[in-house]
């Protein structure tokens, strides 16, 4: 276990560098000026855990970084980053690059931690197969090197190893399709050689969210291209469009939901396939209210619909509270519901999910609005939020599925969900 080694100050960590120095004493005099950067303390650090603390298989693997650093003229290419901050735009056709691979790295989770979100069922595969080798190595080397420098000045300011966390949620991924593409699957192990050889240890968790089905067959195909501590520190999350929020919101906070929910705007299509889902959030402030209305299309069709809110992270907890506003069921015709007004602050999260074998359905006029009128009644009268706080201290801190009546009752905000049905109309 080489844990010690994220505590920067730790005298053992502190020893396993300058073993690891002393191997690597003739490269260090070779580079000079021009590769000072690749023995600061946070670098070194990686290599070493990466290597199970061990200075001299870690040194083999520093070599291999920079036998692959110098093909890559990588000193030179660095450059344009000096003193950047981290944002995609810094490198020339990242933003463009993000676009196509679906992925949105400008979140952090409730301590700071960075999140790197991708959707892989909304790739756009034959934009990215149109960029030529060479150009999206450059690309992806680039990125990878500005945020290797990012983690690298955030670790030196704490004195941790500080890594980032990435979350893939495979919804609508064609597994068997991506296995068969030799293309797609070569540049994949392109880029997981670069990032294992140049940058190790840069990566905390892997969040694998809703794997479809024949999800084993790529990870059979991928495991051969990662070595056993990256195999480590992928978390499985299977669960359906219903449940897996929760989870994730646990693990990352909303933060993560948040940019998987931006990310699927980019799919602006109105047609809804048999398995697909789709998401959309408001952030609520004290004593906001939130309305929304839709309506299900062709009549008699049935949507999944559910709508939960997760307060916002305080007093050191480290995980939302999570209270269902209307639980997961089949809605179809007009619908409309609202809550509020809240007590406290946080995410309201919808799901809509086509759970049909055969159907495809649209949803039209989707409309959700946030009043925050009421944020200043909070101000002159804070007892508004006073049923929330009676309620903490009994020690109820969430609400079961099911509990409707109870939870019209116990929570400052109040739930209505109505159909066409309800009312009688066909």
């Known amino acids: 276990m080489v844990e010690f080694l994220d505590d920067l100050q730790n005298p053992q960590a502190c020893s396993c560098r300058q073993r690891l120095l002393a191997e690597l004493q003739a490269e260090r005099q070779e580079l000079q000026e021009d590769g000072l950067h690749l023995f600061e303390t946070a670098r070194l650090t990686r290599f070493l855990q990466g290597n199970n603390g061990s200075a001299e298989e870690a040194a083999n693997h520093f070599r291999r970084m920079l036998e692959w650093y110098r093909k890559a003229d990588m000193n030179k290419k660095r450059l344009v980053l000096e003193g950047q901050a981290w944002n995609v735009d810094c490198v020339e056709g990242g933003r463009k690059l993000f676009e196509m691979m679906c992925i949105d790295a400008t979140r952090q989770s409730p301590d700071g931690t960075m999140l790197w979100i991708q959707r892989d069922g909304l ?3 034959d934009e990215i197969m149109a960029v030529t080798d060479e150009d999206l190595v450059h690309r992806m080397s680039l990125i990878c090197e500005l945020r290797e420098m990012h983690l690298d000045r955030c670790s030196e300011e704490s004195q941790r190893l500080v890594k980032f966390v990435q979350v893939r949620d495979l919804t609508g991924l064609n597994i068997s399709a991506v296995v068969r593409n030799r293309a797609v699957m070569k540049r994949l192990a392109d880029v997981f050689k670069i990032i294992s050889t ?3 240890e840069t990566l905390s968790k892997m969040i694998i969210v809703n794997p479809p089905a024949g999800f084993n067959m790529l990870w059979m195909a991928v495991q051969p291209m990662l070595n056993q501590r990256i195999k480590q520190k992928f978390v499985f999350i ?10 994730l919101a646990a693990m990352t906070g909303t933060s993560a939901l948040q940019a998987l929910a931006d990310l699927g705007e980019r799919d602006a299509s109105m047609d809804w396939p048999p398995g697909r889902s ?3 959030y408001r952030v609520l402030s004290p004593g906001c209210k939130a309305q929304w209305f839709f309506e299900v299309q062709p009549p ?4 999944q619909l559910q709508v939960i ?3 916002e992270v305080e007093d050191g907890r480290p995980s939302p509270v999570t209270h269902e506003v209307f639980p997961m069921q089949g ?7 609202h809550c509020g007004p809240l007590g406290v602050s946080g995410l309201l999260w919808f799901t809509w999910s ?3 074998w055969t159907s495809t359905m649209k949803i039209a006029d989707l409309k959700i609005t946030v009043d925050s009128s009421g944020e200043d009644e909070l101000v002159r009268n804070p007892s508004s939020s006073s049923v929330l706080m009676q309620k903490r201290q009994r020690g109820a801190a969430s609400v079961g599925a099911g509990s409707l009546l109870s939870l019209s009752c116990c929570l400052p905000w109040f739930w209505e969900t109505e159909t066409e049905e309800d009312f009688g109309e066909s």
Do not use: M, R
């Not at 008699?300 to 949507?303: K, N, P, R």
């Not at 809605?331 to 519901?337: D, E, I, N």
């Open 198 to 200: 140049a940058y190790p």
């Open 354 to 356: 086509n759970d049909s």
């Open 278 to 280: 789709s998401f959309q």
């Open 123 to 125: 790739v756009q595969i």
């Open 300 to 303: 008699g069709c049935y949507l």
């Open 238 to 247: 299977p669960d359906g469009p219903f449940e897996f929020p929760q989870k």
């Open 309 to 311: 809110f997760f307060e």
């Open 331 to 337: 809605v179809t015709g007009a619908v409309s519901g």
